[in-house]
């Protein structure tokens, strides 16, 4: 950016500062021209006063640059490297300098007083000489040993849960703010404008952490997706390696993952992983092992279990998980035991699950869980029976079914009504697909994108429901299906991994919805399919398990 583009603001400090340089420049050369008299350097004093002279045109010279460079970094970031190795420790020697120059000038001048006739001038200039030769390495050293031997400050996060990282030395709050962006695992830092320390902080729980500021403290916070390039790290593998499973947030932010396959064997365990500590803890077992299941989190925070497979068939049992007490509840069977199914929390807190695979058919049938009354009502069917669909709650309450597949791969799409208990056949997607992702942006708008159409797609489509019309998008750059999508903050949706072709892959791309553009993003450490993507309370996404020539119990963290 040009300086001509700044604000008003920005270039009447431009102007001020240009003025207050040149009145500084002339003051101090006229100073200068003063004090080079010999007759003025026959004592100490004159002496100072000359050095003072050539450090106060030293000094204006920096600030202005100082200035200048504060600017030109805001407009170009590549200015920033060279000019902060010099800039600010010049100018803090001129500062000293001429504190110090001043300081003797009046020392001497009380010493003139004091000694009236007896002052000698001839040792007064050889002590002037001396003192103005060894003032730079003086004040050279203290530049050097304030930042290295101050105390380190007591960490500023307010939060008792937040986990302190490091603690470093840097030049100015930028120089903290671009360390914290560079660390891995760094979301926040607080620097310490006094003795120049940096804190970093690698566990902030929430967005509203209490990072305090006063006059010599700054805190800051790292937003979603500021760290750039974005990166996977690795952290603590699940205790079991799974694929098909489920992963459930919690309202404490905790991660519930439950069932899934290993080979030909279904799970029945269950696990928790704790984002502040990086750990992972088996819980207790359900009565059932299963893959291919939904796990819904209710609004009282206990999480329902529905159907799946395991080896002896399909799975009609439902059980409870309460957190609270570590304890699985049986609870009502299902009618129709189904796998690759789908179930979605309505508005008033009921589950609705709709299709999915069983022993002799593809289920168009759907069912209604009441929590309140641990009972199952079948409700009217959809118009078409469909595995490995998608559904998505609308703002209006209503759920919209896309794609999927029975004897072919389904491009057809409904909208359920709870009110009415009523299907509404919709407009169709462009391209049918199984396993693909639906997400719901901010807008209203669903996007729909990858899956699986005798080969795994690149598509990408939007539904606007208010025209009841599919849009396709720009294609992404990977064809996948049974990969993951989330939301971010920032609007934009991060796919990850998933099945190309005839092999997983590590791939992850990045779409703006508002410029419909797909960014290829920083590739996971292990290719994956069939994983499940959670995002945290923190703003990072846990990616964990999925399958890759066997079931997978690595995690990563974006």
Not at 254 to 259: D, E, S
Request: hydrophobic share 40%; charged share 15%; proline share 2%.
């Amino acid at each position: 950016m040009k300086l001509k583009n700044q604000s008003l603001l920005v270039k009447m400090s431009v102007g001020l500062t240009m003025i207050m340089f040149l009145m500084g420049l002339i003051n101090s050369i006229l100073s200068l021209l003063t004090f080079q008299n010999g007759n003025l350097r026959k004592v100490g004093c004159g002496i100072y006063l000359l050095a003072s002279s050539i450090t106060s045109l030293l000094t204006i010279s920096m600030f202005t640059n100082n200035f200048w460079f504060i600017l030109l970094t805001q407009m170009n970031s590549s200015f920033h490297g060279g000019g902060c190795k010099s800039i600010e420790s010049l100018l803090k020697l001129c500062l000293y300098f001429d504190t110090w120059l001043n300081a003797c000038v009046a020392i001497e001048r009380a010493m003139h007083v004091y000694q009236s006739v007896r002052f000698n001038k001839e040792k007064s200039q050889r002590f002037a000489r001396w003192i103005i030769f060894m003032l730079p390495f003086c004040i050279t050293a203290r530049i050097i040993h304030e930042p290295l031997h101050r105390d380190i400050f007591e960490h500023q996060c307010g939060n008792t849960s937040c986990s302190s990282l490091a603690t470093t030395t840097e030049r100015n709050v930028r120089r903290c703010q671009m360390t914290c962006l560079s660390t891995r695992l760094c979301e926040g830092a607080s620097f310490h404008q006094s003795s120049s320390n940096c804190q970093l902080f690698s566990y902030l729980p929430n967005s509203d952490v209490n990072m305090l500021t006063n006059s010599d403290i700054y805190s800051m916070k790292v937003k979603s997706e500021s760290r750039q390039p974005s990166e996977w790290i690795k952290v603590a593998n699940m205790n079991v390696a799974r694929e098909s499973h489920t992963a459930s947030i919690l309202s404490n932010g905790k991660i519930l993952v439950i069932g899934g396959f290993n080979g030909s064997s279904a799970h029945n365990s269950a696990e928790l992983y704790d984002p502040s500590t990086n750990t992972w803890t088996m819980m207790a077992n359900m009565s059932v092992g299963r893959g291919d299941h939904t796990a819904t989190t209710l609004l009282n925070g206990k999480v329902l279990v529905v159907g799946g497979w395991h080896i002896s068939g399909y799975i009609n049992s439902v059980e409870l998980y309460d957190p609270l007490t570590n304890n699985w509840t049986v609870v009502a069977n299902i009618t129709d035991a189904r796998s690759v199914h789908t179930a979605t929390l309505l508005s008033n807190g009921e589950v609705l699950v709709a299709g999915g695979d069983s022993t002799y058919s593809y289920l168009n049938s759907v069912e209604l869980y009441d929590p309140s009354a641990n009972t199952w009502t079948m409700m009217a069917n959809m118009n078409v029976g469909r595995q490995k669909h998608r559904t998505v709650l609308l703002s209006s309450g209503k759920v919209l079914v896309v794609g999927g597949s029975n004897s072919d791969y389904l491009k057809s799409v409904e909208l359920y009504d709870p009110s009415t208990n009523t299907w509404t056949t919709m407009a169709d997607m462009n391209v049918a697909a199984e396993d693909s992702t639906a997400t719901l942006l901010s807008s209203g708008k669903v996007l729909v994108a990858g899956g699986w159409n005798y080969n795994s797609t690149n598509s990408a489509q939007l539904y606007d429901l208010s025209t009841n019309t599919w849009i396709m998008m720009s294609n992404m750059h990977v064809g996948r299906s049974t990969h993951t999508a989330t939301l971010l903050s920032s609007e934009k949706v991060l796919i990850i991994g998933g099945w190309r072709k005839s092999s997983p892959t590590n791939s992850v791309e990045l779409l703006d919805p508002s410029i419909n553009s797909w960014t290829i993003a920083a590739t996971m450490n292990v290719e994956r399919t069939s994983h499940t993507a959670s995002l945290l309370l923190n703003g990072k996404i846990l990616v964990v398990g999925g399958f890759n020539n066997g079931s997978l119990n690595s995690a990563e963290l974006y």
